[in-house]
Structure formats: C-alpha cells, structure tokens
C-alpha cells in the first residue's frame, strides 16, 4: 500500500524569514527518495497558489492542499475549491478601504491587493515571493476568494476587523505573521479536512499518512494522519499533538524525519 506525506512550507520545508528560501539539497533527495519509491509527496500549507515559492512549485510534488484546505490540487487538477460567500467579501472589503486597513484577497490562482498597500507588499518582497499572480485591478463581485489577510495597525482597527467576521458565522480567524496579521476562513475547511479528502480521492489507508508541520495550524494534521511528525523549531503546544519530533528546519529535520520514520 502506498504511502502519503504531507509537508507544511513557512518553519517546515522553508525558513524565508531567516533567509531560507528553498528546500535544502539534503530534504530535496529525501522528499525525492520517497517519490521514488512509489509514495506521494504533498505540500499542506495556509499560503495560496499565488504565494507559493516557485522552487517548490517546480519542484514536483504530487499535490498541493492550500489556503488551510479551502483549495486541493492533484496532479495539477483541482479536485476541490470552496470559497467564501461574494456577499461577506463584498462587505468587508468595502468596511476595509473606508477604515483604510490593508488586506489581500487570496483566490484558486490569484491574489488581489491594492498597489498602495505597501505592508504587505513590503513582506511578499522580504519573504520572495514573485507578484506574478498578484493583481492590482478587481471587482469583488467577479472573484472567488478562499481566505482574506488584514493587518489591524492599533486595538481600536482590531476590534472593527474582528467584529466584521463576526458577521459570517461559518468563518473564524487566527494569526500568523503577528497578532494584527489577521486571517479570515471557511470554518470547515482545514489542512485535517483536507488530507481526508486527498486519501480518499487517491484511495490510501489513513495508516499509511505522514505529516510534517511547525504551526499551530497543523495542529489538526499533525492528529490526524497515523504519523505526525512536529519539527524540532515547533512550540511545545504543537510538538505534544504529533506522535514524533525531528530536528529543526535548519538542521534538514524533514530529511531526518523521513529517514527515521517513514523510510523504516
């Protein structure tokens, strides 16, 4: 039976706030080792398509659970896209621009950000991310949308955000950059949810599931494959849900991971 791995990016794969912008030549050969041995390699991360580095695109993983779960590729074929209702979008965007709050739109393919939203085009820049599937010019009722980001810069910005999710009972929020970094979501979609559907889909035993992840958003993958695997930079309130702990991102803790633990 066919093995399945599935592999957070910021803190796991990559490190791009500490200039660790590609997999390493040691984790690349590992994740390779497994392809060649006839199991599938997946990318589960928050990040939309649009965000994803191109070295891990071209890389050639088998597939690729986005935005938390909210967009499922296979083989390059979406099997799954539920975005967030036009209506709540519509209506938070617009609350945003009169409060002057940046955010981003984060679509199947593309992203939407104004230009003049220089915080986070700042940090796409700082993090490397090419701005070919960003765009400037949007109309809110011609686009899908599976996840928005809003940075809050003070307490009172903060409580309006909050209380504009609050107007769609089916979404939550966490966040990720900083606590003003705030993410909005389907609820019901999540990296767990996610892996449910690709085993299905591809027909693997939950037995034979793997997960390597850092963040408090893996913290339902970590559970619930057979075999979660939290990385040695991980909280402690993450490494107590994951069956096992490699080393650190810096140190190739997938690649030891691997050989440890899914090769034996």
Known sequence: MKKIIFFDIDGTLIDCMNNLKDITQKVKDAI????????????????????????????????????????????????????????FIKGLVDELENNKVEYVLQGEQNCYMRNEFCNFHNYLDKIGIEKTYVKDNYNTDEILVHKIEMLCPDDETEDLCLSLIKNNPQCDYFSSINKRAIEVYLKKNTKANAILQVIDYLNISIENTFAFGDG???????????????????????????KYVTDSVKNDGVAIGIEKYVMN
């Open 32 to 87: 390779r080792n497994v392809q060649k041995n006839g199991d599938y390699a997946f990318i589960a991360t928050g990040r939309p398509y649009a965000f994803l580095p191109k070295p891990l695109i071209d890389f050639g993983f088998d597939g690729f659970i986005l935005v938390n779960g909210a967009h499922i590729i296979i083989n390059n074929k979406t099997i799954y896209s539920d975005p967030i209702d036009k209506e």
């Open 216 to 242: 408090k958003n893996d913290i339902e993958m970590l559970r619930e494959v057979k075999y979660g695997i939290a990385m040695g930079n991980a909280s402690d309130e993450v490494k107590k849900h994951a």
